[in-house]
Nanobody, 125 residues
Framework: QVQLGESGGGLVQAGDSLRLSCAAHGFTASRSVVGWFRQAPGKEREFVAN????????YYADSVKGRFTISINNAKNTVYLQLNTLAPEDTAVYYCAASQRAYRNYTIVASYDYWGQGTQVTVSS
């Protein structure tokens, strides 16, 4: 059974950093794409970043490019999202998701089959 679990969220001030973790179990990691999405109150879930497990190739939303970094620790089956220079508009519940389907648009929610429970990130001004 596929399981994803996020951790690392919290309350920080503008300009601070956080590192989110997504522990992945029960799927064939080498054929997977893992993505991070976020959802602010009253807004739709939006794409943040994704990474191909086999190549480690990342892709970012324009809104976070240069501030956030996605990476993989294969030994721990964990995907990280490093959040730097946080701003109040980054406040949201952050979710990790996994897809094992090929040739998808991995920036949309519908391309992912498995989701974690989310972790709250709150940035005060």
């Amino acid at each position: 059974q596929v399981q994803l679990g996020e951790s690392g969220g919290g309350l920080v001030q503008a300009g601070d950093s956080l590192r989110l973790s997504c522990a992945a179990h029960g799927f064939t990691a080498s054929r997977s794409v893992v993505g991070w999405f976020r959802q602010a109150p009253g807004k739709e879930r939006e794409f943040v970043a994704n990474i191909r497990w086999d190549s480690g190739s990342p892709y970012y939303a324009d809104s976070v490019k240069g501030r956030f970094t996605i990476s993989i620790n294969n030994a721990k089956n964990t995907v990280y999202l490093q959040l730097n220079t946080l701003a109040p508009e980054d406040t949201a519940v952050y979710y990790c998701a996994a897809s094992q389907r090929a040739y998808r648009n991995y920036t949309i929610v519908a391309s992912y089959d498995y989701w974690g429970q989310g972790t709250q990130v709150t940035v005060s001004s």
